[in-house]
């Protein structure tokens, strides 16, 4: 799997995509979540995959098992490189997902990876306590639902650089560790309530890493981007 800074596209627009990855001269691995996919469908995928960048979708499916294998057969199609379910829809629908992204790989193409949401980083441990009435800390419960994952035949898991060597315990250090909620030192942190410098998620065990505003609102995003990307790799 593709190690560079995975850059969230959190634009509305595919004209707003183009502007933006029409700075940079080089290909890159981006995140296209629901807002850009639900409104604009495959085609914007397509367009970034011919410009040659990698994808990761991000659309966090969680239904019946039936429902998410033939969804996750049908986007395999579109030949992204990474894409998530909810873990919380338990061990056979996250199995049900792979097998669903097997029978859809085209021949001769790489299944996407699969990876599972723990706890979004929005949860607090009080709503997953008292609303979801899962005991324990968050961390335990992370660390949980990575091991289902695991267990499901996943790639990994999407968590906070926080969880991450918890899980490298756990998990193993190949099964992958997407962390967003990345920031530069000095930099604001916005809505996200624990942020992490790129290297300190290289620390942590992160395997890679999602950066949104931190690039995308940076006066010179490409300059952003290569700064991310060393602190990252440790250069
Ligand atoms: O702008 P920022 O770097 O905070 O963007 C982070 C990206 O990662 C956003 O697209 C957000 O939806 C996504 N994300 C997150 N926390 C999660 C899962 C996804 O911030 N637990």
């Known amino acids: 799997m593709n190690t560079k800074p995975i850059i969230a596209l959190d634009f509305p627009t595919p004209e707003d995509v183009a502007t933006f990855l029409g700075k940079f001269d080089e290909p890159l691995f981006v995140?296209?979540?629901?807002?850009?996919?639900?409104?604009?469908?495959?085609?914007?995928?397509?367009?970034?995959?011919?410009?040659?960048?990698?994808?990761?979708?991000?659309l966090k499916l969680h239904d019946i098992p039936n429902t998410v294998k033939s969804a996750m057969k049908g986007l395999a199609k579109l030949d992204i490189d990474l894409i998530n379910v909810h873990a919380a829809g338990g061990?056979?629908?996250m199995a049900a997902a792979l097998e669903g992204l097997q029978e859809g790989t085209q021949e001769g193409?790489?299944?996407?990876a699969?990876?599972?949401?723990?706890?979004?980083?929005?949860?607090?441990?009080?709503?997953?306590?008292?609303?979801?009435?899962?005991?324990?800390?968050?961390q335990q419960g992370v660390v949980h639902y990575a091991k289902l994952a695991q267990q499901a035949g996943l790639d990994g898991v999407?968590?906070?650089?926080?969880?991450?060597?918890?899980?490298?315990?756990?998990?193993?250090?190949?099964?992958?560790?997407?962390?967003?909620?990345?920031?530069?030192?000095?930099?604001?942190?916005h809505d996200q309530k624990r942020v992490a410098t790129p290297q300190v998620a290289r620390i942590e065990g992160s395997t890679q890493i999602v950066v949104g505003r931190a690039i995308t609102q940076a006066e010179n995003p490409v300059e952003a981007y290569h700064t991310v990307k060393q602190l990252w790799e440790g250069n």
């Open 31 to 58: 995140k296209v979540g629901m807002e850009l996919y639900l409104q604009n469908g495959p085609s914007i995928i397509r367009t970034i995959k011919e410009a040659g960048h990698d994808i990761f979708l991000d």
């Open 91 to 93: 061990r056979a629908m």
């Open 109 to 112: 193409k790489k299944r996407p």
């Open 114 to 138: 699969l990876i599972a949401v723990t706890q979004l980083t929005s949860t607090t441990e009080e709503q997953m306590n008292v609303e979801q009435q899962i005991p324990g800390t968050i």
């Open 158 to 189: 999407v968590c906070s650089v926080h969880e991450a060597k918890m899980i490298e315990e756990a998990c193993g250090k190949d099964f992958l560790k997407v962390t967003p909620g990345i920031r530069l030192a000095g930099g604001a942190t």
